[in-house]
């Protein structure tokens, strides 16, 4: 099993460019959430969708959208990019909420100019 | 409304020594509770996790965390630190009947450790 893939893992976007991260799993996970990560704020939820065909913003939604694609897949888009979007981004999978943890994939570090 | 705080963002312990992680956490309903660890340039790894059963929860490499609900605190330890420990972790709060899995986390400590 791959677990969680994410790509690309490096971007540079400029500013007011768009671009869609991806996200796979092969666990047959339920849920799937994006995250942000940037120094000293620990993860923020972006976006994050508990079954196949649902999605809900998360803390911090503005300038996102996701797609549930099917069960595997979960993107993350952004449709202007923006400086303060520079970031390291997170896809997580869960196969239920309650006892069981988040697997997290690698990451895709985004750089806006 | 659920939420996490780390105190410490920067912790630094000689090898060998003992490793003390804080957290505590705020929660209105029984929390479940986790601690990942995140290498250089890596995803989070589950370190351990608080599911309501024992209070003493033991992980992988040596780690272990006590739940304790008096002082809503579940601090995370290891008796004698290793160079490898190197890494930032993370403490995470969910609801325990959530069916979102949602997760808030900490900040984050860095642990720094001296030959």
């Known amino acids: 099993n791959a677990g969680v893939t994410q790509t690309p893992k490096f971007q540079v976007l400029k500013t007011g460019q768009s671009m869609t991260l991806q996200c796979a799993q092969d666990m047959n996970h339920n849920s799937m959430y994006w995250y942000r990560q940037d120094p000293g704020m620990g993860l923020r939820l972006i976006y994050y969708s508990a079954s196949e065909g649902t999605t809900d913003k998360g803390e911090v939604p503005n300038g996102y959208n996701v797609s549930r694609l099917n069960k595997r897949e979960f993107s993350l888009r952004l449709e202007s990019a923006a400086p303060s979007q520079t970031s390291v981004y997170f896809c997580a999978s869960l196969l239920q909420g309650g006892v069981y943890e988040q697997y997290f994939g690698p990451g895709t570090r985004l750089t806006v100019t | 409304a659920q939420s996490v705080t780390q105190l410490g963002s920067h912790v630094s312990v000689s090898e060998g020594a003992l490793v003390l992680l804080r957290c505590n956490y705020s929660?209105?309903?029984?929390?479940?509770l986790f601690w990942y660890v995140q290498y250089p340039n890596q995803g989070l790894q589950l370190l351990l996790k608080y599911t309501s059963a024992a209070t003493l929860v033991k992980g992988i490499n040596g780690f272990e965390a006590e739940f304790k609900k008096s002082e809503t605190s579940f601090h995370l330890t290891k008796p004698s630190a290793h160079m490898s420990d190197a890494a930032e972790y993370f403490c995470a709060v969910t609801h325990g009947s959530s069916n979102t899995g949602k997760l808030i986390f900490g900040q984050g400590t860095t642990l720094q450790v001296k030959p």
């Open positions: 929660s209105s309903v029984p929390p479940y």
